[in-house]
């Protein structure tokens, strides 16, 4: 079956430009969860979707950072002016639901670079 | 802070020999640890799920254990093929249901 998609695959911003990056979850699954992947960072969390539940925006690092999940399915991680230290691939991962004993599926994920 | 580290960083060995990958973590009230694989430019492909409960999970050469009690986990690799060259991360649950990564070990098995 068809596992998590992410568009675009690269994108390329110039810096103070808004970016979009859309996620396509693993159909049924209810949890949704984008982290980023840096060089100096490694990978970290950032926001997590469990159904109707209001969700964990706890890893994101500033307010120009949003995301949201429409009809309990697709996301889309917003960035506001964005600045170089955002570049960064951005990962989306689903999961059949947020219970502690799930595995959560990696898309292909957004290689974001801002100039 | 919960801290995952991975060691080696790098490891290189001859196409044949085992591999054995570590992980160690500070909080030990995990739910589940998680191995992953991934390939230079990809996303994250899911290897191995051991959850709290367990010592180990194996599919064909791998296997991997987890000793909550001090903090460790131990990925291995049978009989390394070229193919198994990748960076492999591992990550575990704890409350809040997200997943905190190790930096990886990036692995070349030389033919």
């Known amino acids: 079956g068809a596992g998590v998609s992410q568009s675009p695959s ?30 100096g960072q490694g990978l970290e969390f950032l926001i997590y979707f469990q159904g109707n539940s209001a969700p964990d925006k706890s890893g994101l690092p500033s307010d120009r950072f949003s ?22 691939v951005y990962l989306c991962a689903s999961g059949l ?6 595995e959560q599926f990696f898309g292909p994920g957004t290689r974001l670079t801002v100039l | 802070k919960q801290e995952v580290t991975q060691i080696p960083a790098a490891l290189s060995v001859p ?21 992953f694989r991934q390939d230079p430019g990809k996303g994250l492909t899911s ?39 990748a960076t492999y991360l591992c990550a575990f649950k704890a409350a809040g249901n997200k997943l905190t990564f190790g930096g990886g070990t990036r692995v070349l098995v030389k033919p």
């Open chain 2, 15 to 35: 196409e044949g020999e085992n591999l054995v990958l570590n992980c160690s973590f500070t909080d030990s009230a995990i739910y589940n640890l998680q191995w």
């Open chain 1, 97 to 102: 639901s947020g219970a502690t004993y799930n």
């Open chain 1, 10 to 39: 690269n994108k390329v911003t110039e810096k103070g430009k808004d970016v979009e990056l859309r996620c396509d979850p693993i159909s049924g699954h209810t949890a949704l969860y984008w982290y980023r992947q840096s060089l």
């Open chain 2, 47 to 85: 290897l191995l799920l051991i959850q709290s409960s367990q010592r180990e999970q194996t599919s064909g050469r791998l296997n991997a254990s987890l000793d909550k009690s001090s903090g460790r986990s131990t990925l291995y690799i049978a009989a390394s093929q070229p193919g198994d060259s």
């Open chain 1, 67 to 88: 995301a949201e999940r429409t009809g309990g399915s697709v996301s889309t991680l917003t960035i506001q002016r964005t600045q170089q230290e955002d570049s960064a």
